[in-house]
């Protein structure tokens, strides 16, 4: 393979793997920040204009970690801001607008201060356990209730999703960004939610192997509310626990959860919750009765 191009635009730089045209940038102000690592295809700017921040998804370019094809990635990017609108919750980034941009199409958000927690370009394992830099490391030190109301936003958006007819595709801890000045939660990178009814035609759906359900990895299996009540529960022991290590020894958040979010990752799918808004629902119930912690 070719080595990649440097490109600096403003005061970031990134890498492509060829030239590609991004003079149309200039409209939306200055860069102040890059994200060229990811591997959905997608090329992602901090633009700040007239003191306004606002975030940039833009797909088209050769970006280095993408191995398929720009026009895929233009696709799938067209196709999501579909989703966005029709999601639009508190707990979402904000769609502004979109459109075509030089030879590719960019989405426009509004810009969140928060922190990705899972930055894996600079605090893969064990940094992201150890080094106190890491934003992943910060959250799992935050005072319990500063993680049960996080944990809430992010059950709040999935049963609003739920309603709404759609299944969380690829939802790992890359989809979510926290703040740690004002404690607030969002999501972002939605792009693969899908519609229901949803199937398996992969084998191997897209996602971090440590949130997905055994269905994920099934070809033809029904993915559904009870799969995203597994998403759920491995998100809680990412937030709670040992993440793989499902021992209570590992968690935090007391013994009456600690056997709620167990039940929402068992294997077997009859022995979960039925739906994202019954597990709510009960994890509420729980926390009201002052059992959580």
């Not at 990017?77 to 075509?100: M, N, T």
């Not at 030879?103 to 922190?115: K, L, Q, T």
């Amino acid at each position: 393979m070719d080595q990649p191009l440097t490109i600096k635009i403003d005061e970031v730089s990134f890498q492509l793997k060829e030239p590609h045209p991004l003079e149309w940038l200039s409209a939306w102000g200055k860069a102040f920040a890059v994200f060229d690592k990811q591997d959905s295809g997608n090329l992602s700017f901090g633009m700040e204009k007239d003191g306004v921040r606002r975030f940039i998804k833009y797909a088209g370019a050769a970006t280095t970690e993408f191995e398929g094809e720009q026009a895929d990635a233009i696709m799938r990017l067209k196709q999501a801001v579909q989703i966005y609108d029709d999601l639009d919750h508190p707990g979402l980034v904000r769609l502004l607008s979109h459109f075509e941009a030089g030879p590719g199409y960019a989405a426009v958000f509004e810009w969140f201060d928060g922190e990705s927690l899972h930055p894996h370009w600079a605090f893969p394992p064990p940094a992201k356990y150890e080094d106190p830099r890491s934003p992943f490391y910060r959250y799992r030190r935050l005072p319990l209730e500063k993680r049960l109301a996080s944990y809430r936003a992010i059950l709040d958006f999935h049963v609003h999703a739920e309603e709404k007819g759609y299944i969380a595709v690829d939802f790992y801890d890359g989809s979510l960004l926290y703040d740690f000045a004002s404690h607030t939660t969002k999501i972002c990178d939605i792009d693969l939610y899908q519609k229901r009814p949803f199937y398996n035609r992969m084998g191997r759906l897209w996602g971090s192997s440590r949130f997905m359900s055994p269905e994920e990895f099934e070809y033809g299996a029904a993915i559904d509310g009870v799969t995203n009540v597994y998403n759920m529960g491995a998100t809680a022991f990412f937030i709670f626990g040992g993440e793989l290590d499902r021992s209570y020894d590992k968690w935090d958040a007391g013994s009456s959860l600690y056997e709620m979010a167990l039940k929402a990752v068992n294997a077997d799918r009859a022995g979960r919750y039925a739906s994202v808004a019954d597990f709510a629902s009960a994890w509420n119930e729980i926390l009201h009765a002052g059992n959580g912690g």
